[in-house]
């Protein structure tokens, strides 16, 4: 089984399946019987809603029910809010937002869901939905961040004092004060974060169904916790989470979007239960840029002081983070839970943090691949670069100054997190090394001779994994063989692209010796799965794992008490090994499968001995850990278009020990695509006259395509962590993490060789054109 | 989409017939912008008239020396890999084959994109470079005079695109700079020369009324073929489009910087 | 409501649907051929792609009614019973999938591309090839790694 255990590069068994066609994705099973949802959203970005008159809807031929909050009230529905608790700068509690399945009485951003049609066709469904007339009377609105905390800014919600729904303050505000006193060199620079959208490429999609029967819901969707999605409309509906099944089955990509409990699969239920028909809905791509919660929209105040050496004093950061209209599940856990990655890989002497939440009459947002950790890394790695410029020093050697040592370990950052392992200074020499960062004057020479500037960025990121800190969740893994001798690992976690199949089928190659085709991986089904927590955070192998572990070894155990009755020998001398139970003396042995498959035949059994072999374990993995990467990149711009190109990219990654390196460089690459996607070209754009969103589809939001990505290089020095068994970092989000401050401060490099300002991300095509024109005009002038 | 009905004609007549008894029928070829619309619920049509059953719409031919006809449904990928086409002006078939995604190219046609005079289509702005004449049912007319404004034609209600002539030029470029979302043109510039040093530059995406003539480049160029006459040549910024995706002053320089890939392309 | 003949994967289809009716929803509701994915509304993601008389073609973008006499190939007609088509293959040794939503399309695109442009397909052709397909997990590299392969492994079969 070594070939195909842990640490090998193991083609993916899922595969198989999914480029055939035959994957099976929420709308690709669906009841015959099924009616179509459709929701009725608000055009505007605030309004009363005066009245909503349907008649001419429910009388279309063809339409079953046309429901809005007024159907809804008598049930009580519970709203939905913040899974994380957060509070206001006085201690009372975060402001909650009415976010009900339907909205009532007030609309409050553009795609705010006021009724839902359910009909025989998804076309009749969306053409009684034009004959929904909602009389709104519009009412004045805020978009953006800092004028709605303004003195005078109106207020999204009337009944809140204003619109700071939780401040978060950590550091020694004092002690950061002392340090800028003293420092010799302090850098300052604002830094917005642009808002974007996740773009999964399924869109979210749901089934409903209610069993009259058993009086039970069952919810199909694609989610990334169904177990805990579960209970959350148990609780909004005010039932057990025993009457709510959740089945997510294939799911085309999540990034932290498809954590949230949506409106629409607690409406996808109601409707069903209403219309005794199971109810499909699934959002068009137009309307999942109005109802999947976007990401980031920070705008961060940073200022590093250093003294004349360059060693880093004292970081002061005050970010003021857009939420959006309603607070979702995890929308205050973003901005909040991740503030420590602002320490980086560095010793700074003392930190002023603070995070101030705001509603804004705008999409709510929530977590998207990094969530907070991107940010965060954005704003260190750029105040870092900045700072190497106006002091003159190699950004690379200014960072080798200030890293953490790997005999410092572990180390406590003096915010939040306290680094368990790492050897930074040995990565960044790696990153250097393979990026051949010497050579980059050349190379920039050879692209200015073709015309180009070329630009160098670096970025040394560490992160939360496994959180949310202080305190990891846990995961569940089942291990439950069969009379057929077959093994399947019922896991908590889901898999939505990751390739848990392959690898848990890998954990079972290593742990239990078991052959792929003898391993079946069942996830995402909340009545096979005991319990489960889902998948986020970069940490199924952390968690997922070290359950998996603590289940591989209670199954050994139990196996080798049955081997040794079968075998007729002291189970103290039998060995397991490679799948394989041994008893050298009498030069007996017998498979796992074997002993699994004799474990159910009752009268070969003693009396005492409990029938079949199976085991559980649920295990945190031990606390969060801190993957670690420096990245590279190198782009070549052209002056008369203001285009980016990344010519390189490099990566060295510590995510501890690496079950199979195939998947470490695919999700290292995906996440570095998604954050040079943000640097260059993501970006929602919202009217300020109106409100409305003009990146309303795929027409106007830009989306990294194949011809934006070079070669990404990924080196791998893994310095394993000793908190969980498996010794694994976790991997998910590392290269969006590193990717949107590598690729930024690559472009900002070109841009300052010119004497050139640098605006914000994305570095989009005119934005550079135009600081390059600055620059010009500047010259010229002079 | 609305409900509509579908009608697949087999000669030019029939469909113009169905045009006139539909209260608001539309002509489809290849469908690659009217449907997206009709999905998008931004036009409602109430029949579709298919006329890519019309054999008379399909093909090109060579009509003389210094003529070539497209004919209304030829699409995209078919005009891009004729070989045809590349003897006659190797910028049109690479234009063609610029043209949206190779799915797009397989569907899309040139008369569908010139009849519906998008502002951002590529397909205007080789018409009014190199087109001598768009053809249609009842008449002839002038490339110069097809265009009137952005989604608009000199085509009559009723009235069917059935080909286009294209006139040779000695030498003709491209240029195209593609928006980074939808990847239609912000800028792009053909730049076309005839017999006699007559020049023609035609620009797409970037013009408040659609595709439009940069004359003052076309002076320039005729008195010296060369860089220094696009940076020298005056673009009014007042005519240009301005959008999230970029002012009117980046997409003049847009025009400049694909004029310029266009000049060189031309050689 | 018209009637179009057509065949889907080689299996005749005589398909009754409102005129209004997409190909890629014919294929997904009535035919229940689910690897046929739709992603957008605007034409650009590539996830319905199929092959129409062996092209590319959007299925979110043609009528089934347009569909008259043409043969039909989805993702679920590409393998030979058990065994792969090499671009399948291609992706599987590649790692050029993740989530896999817009997996059957790249892998339409890439059998067309290589039909045109045959073993000499190099990177920036496939780049240029991909404009119309979008991947939201991978990042592209291994994607394009996997179509190259294909390319070169086909040109080596035929030889």
């Not at chain 1, 510590?654 to 998604?674: F, R, S, T």
């Not at chain 1, 590193?738 to 070109?750: I, Q, R, T």
Request: overall charge negative; hydrophobic content about 40%; charged content about 20%.
């Amino acid at each position: 089984m070594r070939e195909l255990g842990v640490g090998k590069p193991v083609r993916r068994v899922e595969d198989d399946q999914l480029i055939r066609g035959f994957g099976n994705y929420t709308d690709d099973d669906v009841p015959n019987a099924a009616a179509f949802m459709h929701v009725v959203r608000s055009p505007h970005a605030a309004a009363k809603i005066a009245g909503v008159n349907s008649t001419e809807a429910r009388a279309k031929s063809g339409v079953l029910a046309v429901l809005t909050a007024d159907d809804l009230e008598h049930m009580n529905i519970q709203p939905i809010g913040s899974k994380v608790p957060y509070a206001r700068a006085g201690g009372e509690p975060y402001l909650a937002t009415p976010y009900l399945p339907l909205a009532r009485g007030q609309v409050a951003y553009p795609g705010d869901a006021v009724a839902i049609v359910i009909a025989e066709s998804p076309g009749i469904a969306a053409d009684a939905a034009e004959l929904v007339e909602v009389d709104y009377e519009l009412t004045d609105f805020v978009t953006d961040v800092r004028a709605a905390t303004a003195e005078s800014a109106l207020r999204v919600w009337s009944d809140h004092p204003d619109n700071v729904c939780f401040a978060a303050d950590c550091g020694d505000a004092d002690a950061c004060a002392e340090a800028f006193d003293k420092a010799d060199r302090i850098v300052e620079a604002t830094y917005e974060i642009s808002r974007i959208a996740t773009v999964s490429m399924e869109p979210r999609v749901a089934t409903g169904s209610f069993d009259r029967r058993s009086g039970r819901y069952t919810l199909r969707a694609g989610l990334q916790m169904p177990h805990e999605t579960g209970r959350d409309i148990a609780g909004a509906l005010g039932i057990s989470p025993h009457d709510v099944h959740v089945i997510s089955p294939d799911v085309g990509g999540g990034f932290g979007m498809k954590l949230a409990l949506y409106q629409e699969y607690i409406l996808v239920l109601i409707a069903s239960r209403i219309t005794s028909r199971p109810v499909r809905w699934m959002s068009t791509r137009s309307e999942s840029f109005q109802s999947d919660q976007q990401a980031r929209d920070n705008v961060s105040k940073v200022a590093l002081a250093l003294d004349a050496h360059g060693q880093f004093l004292a970081l002061r950061v005050k970010t003021l983070a857009n939420l959006g209209a309603y607070v979702g599940q995890w929308s205050l856990h973003v901005p909040g839970g991740n503030v420590g990655g602002l320490a980086g890989p560095y010793t700074i002497g003392a930190f002023d943090v603070s995070v101030t939440g705001v509603l804004t009459n705008s999409v709510p947002v929530g977590p998207f691949r990094g969530a907070g950790r991107p940010e965060a890394s954005y704003c260190i790695e750029r105040i870092v670069d900045e700072a190497a410029r106006q002091m003159n020093i190699d950004p690379a050697e200014l960072r080798r100054r200030n890293l953490v040592q790997p005999d410092a370990m572990p180390y406590d950052t003096g915010l939040v997190f306290t680094y368990d392992s790492g050897d930074f200074p040995a990565i960044l020499d790696k990153t250097l090394a393979a990026s051949d960062w010497d050579g980059f004057a050349a190379r920039r020479e050879a692209s200015e001779r073709a015309g180009k500037l070329r630009g160098r960025g670096m970025a040394f990121v560490i992160e939360s994994a496994g959180g949310p800190a202080p305190r990891a969740f846990d995961e569940h893994v089942e291990l439950r063989f069969d009379t057929s001798g077959v093994c399947s690992v019922m896991a908590g976690s889901h898999s939505h692209g990751q390739g848990h199949e392959t690898v848990y089928r890998q954990l079972a190659a290593e742990h239990l010796g078991m052959p792929f085709d003898q391993v079946r991986v069942i996830y995402g089904d909340t009545q096979a799965v005991t319990h489960g927590r889902g998948s986020f955070g970069s940490r199924t192998m952390m968690a997922g794992g070290a359950a998996f572990i603590g289940a591989a070894q209670k199954i050994v155990e139990k196996g080798r008490k049955f081997a040794a009755h079968f075998m007729e020998v002291d189970a103290a001398e039998i060995t397991f090994e490679e799948g394989i139970f041994s008893h050298a003396a009498s030069n007996k042995s017998m498979t796992m499968s074997e002993v699994a498959q004799s474990s159910y035949i009752p009268f070969i059994l003693a009396e005492d001995m409990e029938v079949g072999l199976w085991a559980s374990c649920a295990s945190s993995g031990g606390g969060i850990t801190f993957p670690n990467a420096c990245h590279i990149s190198e782009v070549e711009i052209d002056p008369a278009t203001g285009t980016t190109a990344v010519a390189s990219y490099t990566v060295t990654e510590d995510v501890g020990n690496v079950v199979n390196p195939l998947l470490l460089e695919g999700q290292i690459q995906g996440g570095v695509a998604q954050g040079l996607g943000q640097a260059l070209m993501e970006r929602i754009v919202v009217d300020p006259d109106s409100g409305q969103q003009l990146t309303g589809s795929l027409l106007d939001y830009a989306l990294p395509r194949a011809d934006h990505i070079n070669r990404i290089e990924v080196h791998s020095h893994p310095v394993p962590t000793a908190l969980n068994p498996m010794g694994s970092k976790g991997a998910g989000e590392a290269g969006c993490v590193g990717a949107l401050p590598a690729v930024s401060n690559a472009v900002c490099d070109a841009l300052a060789r010119e004497g050139a300002p640098m605006p914000d991300m994305p570095f989009s095509p005119e934005r550079v054109w135009r600081a390059l024109s600055q620059a010009n005009a500047k010259r010229q002038s002079a | 989409m609305y409900t509509f009905d579908y009608k697949r004609p087999n000669d030019t007549a029939k469909a113009a017939e169905l045009l006139k008894i539909e209260d608001d029928g539309a002509i489809m070829s290849g469908g690659m912008t009217l449907l997206p619309t009709m999905k998008q619920k931004l036009a409602a049509p109430s029949a579709l008239i298919d006329i890519t059953a019309i054999a008379d719409l399909q093909g090109i031919d060579r009509v003389s020396d210094d003529t070539l006809r497209i004919k209304a449904c030829t699409t995209h990928a078919n005009v891009a890999a004729s070989d045809e086409v590349r003897l006659f002006c190797v910028a049109l078939a690479k234009l063609a084959n610029g043209i949206g995604d190779p799915a797009v190219r397989h569907r899309g046609t040139i008369g569908g994109s010139v009849a519906n005079n998008d502002p951002a289509a590529d397909y205007p702005a080789a018409v009014m470079a190199l087109g001598r004449t768009v053809i249609t049912q009842n008449r002839q007319i002038a490339a110069s005079d097809f265009f009137v404004g952005m989604f608009e034609t000199a085509l009559d209600e009723g009235e069917i695109l059935t080909a286009i002539d294209f006139a040779r030029p000695t030498r003709a470029g491209y240029g195209k700079f593609p928006n980074p979302a939808s990847r239609y043109a912000m800028a792009g510039v053909m730049i076309a020369q005839f017999a006699d040093n007559d020049i023609r530059v035609a620009v797409t995406g970037a013009g408040n009324d659609g595709v439009f003539r940069w004359t003052a480049l076309e002076e320039a160029l005729a008195n010296e073929w060369g860089i220094a006459s696009i940076d020298a040549a005056a673009i009014d910024e007042a005519t240009l489009l301005s959008d999230m995706h970029g002012a009117a002053d980046y997409r003049g320089a847009l025009i400049r910087a694909m004029a310029k890939e266009a000049l060189q392309a031309a050689g | 409501m018209t009637t179009t003949k057509f065949t889907v994967n080689g299996v005749a289809v005589s398909a009754e649907a409102e005129d209004r009716t997409l190909l890629v929803s014919y294929l997904r509701e009535h035919l229940r051929l689910t690897g046929t994915h739709v992603g957008c509304d605007t034409s650009q993601c590539g996830a319905c792609m199929v092959h129409v008389d062996g092209r590319a073609v959007k299925s979110c973008t043609v009528l089934v009614a347009q569909m008259q006499d043409r043969a039909i190939m989805t993702i679920e007609g590409v393998a030979d019973g058990d065994d792969l088509h090499p671009v399948q293959a291609a992706f599987r040794e590649h790692h050029g999938l993740q989530c896999g939503y817009c997996t059957p399309g790249m892998i339409m695109t890439a059998m067309d591309m290589i039909r045109r442009h045959g073993p000499e397909l190099d990177e920036e052709t496939i780049k240029a090839d991909l404009e119309g397909n979008i991947c939201r997990c991978t990042g592209y590299v291994n994607i394009v790694k996997s179509i190259r392969a294909a390319a070169q492994n086909m040109a080596a079969a035929d030889s």
